[in-house]
């Protein structure tokens, strides 16, 4: 008999509960509302909303609108955005996570005391890391991993911050790296700053990957902290597909198996990992 279990830790994050009720709570009034980019990285619960009557927009096309309601989704948005708003008569329904708001402050306030050398560890183009550097007027350097650290100036003083979805052991190297490079007479101040409620499910993922023969990571392409949790499934346990929805299942897979666990990312929504486990039972 086939056994599936769905990873009780896997699903979205706080932030993106939030904006996704924040958008379900104004699309039941039955007015207009435009999400400034993809809502969750993950195509079918966009869609879900879509049918709701959200209307996802991007950038140049906020530029076009005037007097309408506008939701910016967990990822955090640069300054420029807010003001494009207040230029418009766009009304702000700010769904922005409070760990990522929390953490656009600090660069701003650093920023702002001094313009010194401000360092993101962060994927490039990634709408989070684009809302950082935005706190920056645009002057932050980005290092997406390791090896981009080496090409950092340390003869300045060098304040490093991280993307909220980050790993936490990729950032820690890159903190020794930096205090066994830098200059004596330069400052080095690092602040922690990724979520916890996304580092914890390292562990626990890892933990979940190894008590099953199959693994079933459910979630969007374009998830960051997605690639991230799914590598960790197939560092500890190889057999581990990554499916964006039930359709993907591949049932060559099955062969031989017992035991198969589903999991997925921030942005992966429970029905879509019950919708997989439905599916599974029925092959």
């Given at each position: 008999?086939?056994?599936?279990?769905?990873?009780?830790?896997?699903?979205?994050?706080?932030?993106?509960?939030?904006?996704?009720?924040?958008?379900?709570?104004?699309?039941?009034?039955?007015?207009?509302?435009?999400?400034?980019?993809?809502?969750?990285?993950?195509?079918?619960?966009?869609?879900?909303?879509?049918?709701?009557?959200?209307?996802?927009?991007?950038?140049?096309?906020?530029?076009?609108?005037?007097?309408?309601?506008?939701?910016?989704?967990?990822?955090?948005?640069?300054?420029?955005?807010?003001?494009?708003?207040?230029?418009n008569n766009i009304e702000i329904i700010d769904a922005t996570c409070p760990v990522v708001l929390k953490l656009q402050n600090r660069i701003k306030q650093?920023?702002?005391?001094?313009?010194?050398?401000?360092?993101?560890?962060?994927?490039?183009?990634?709408?989070?890391?684009?809302?950082?550097?935005?706190?920056?007027?645009?002057?932050?350097?980005?290092?997406?991993?390791?090896?981009?650290?080496?090409?950092?100036?340390?003869?300045?003083?060098?304040?490093?911050?991280?993307?909220?979805?980050?790993?936490?052991?990729?950032?820690?190297?890159?903190?020794?790296?930096?205090?066994?490079?830098?200059?004596?007479?330069?400052?080095?101040?690092?602040?922690?700053?990724?979520?916890?409620?996304?580092?914890?499910?390292?562990?626990?993922?890892?933990?979940?990957?190894?008590?099953?023969?199959?693994?079933?990571?459910?979630?969007?392409?374009?998830?960051?902290?997605?690639?991230?949790?799914?590598?960790?499934?197939?560092?500890?346990?190889?057999?581990?597909?990554?499916?964006?929805?039930?359709?993907?299942?591949?049932?060559?897979?099955?062969?031989?198996?017992?035991?198969?666990?589903?999991?997925?990312?921030?942005?992966?929504?429970?029905?879509?990992?019950?919708?997989?486990?439905?599916?599974?039972?029925?092959?």
């Open positions: 008999m086939l056994q599936v279990e769905i990873d009780e830790g896997s699903g979205f994050c706080f932030g993106v509960t939030t904006a996704i009720k924040k958008a379900e709570e104004e699309l039941k009034k039955g007015k207009t509302l435009y999400c400034l980019g993809d809502i969750v990285h993950n195509g079918m619960e966009c869609e879900r909303l879509k049918q709701m009557g959200l209307i996802t927009i991007t950038h140049e096309d906020m530029k076009q609108l005037h007097d309408v309601k506008v939701l910016l989704r967990a990822h955090g948005e640069p300054p420029a955005t807010y003001e494009l708003a207040r230029q650093q920023y702002d005391t001094a313009k010194s050398q401000i360092v993101i560890f962060g994927k490039k183009g990634h709408a989070e890391v684009l809302g950082l550097v935005g706190q920056t007027e645009g002057s932050a350097i980005v290092i997406e991993n390791f090896e981009e650290v080496k090409q950092l100036d340390f003869t300045h003083d060098i304040y490093l911050y991280s993307q909220t979805t980050k790993s936490l052991d990729e950032f820690h190297r890159i903190i020794e790296y930096i205090q066994a490079h830098i200059s004596p007479e330069a400052t080095f101040k690092s602040f922690d700053t990724i979520c916890r409620s996304v580092a914890n499910r390292m562990p626990n993922i890892s933990q979940f990957a190894t008590r099953h023969d199959l693994i079933l990571f459910v979630c969007g392409r374009k998830s960051s902290n997605g690639k991230v949790l799914f590598n960790e499934c197939l560092r500890v346990n190889p057999n581990s597909h990554l499916i964006e929805g039930p359709e993907e299942i591949n049932s060559e897979w099955l062969k031989d198996i017992e035991t198969i666990g589903i999991c997925g990312a921030t942005s992966t929504p429970k029905w879509l990992m019950e919708q997989c486990r439905d599916a599974l039972l029925k092959l």
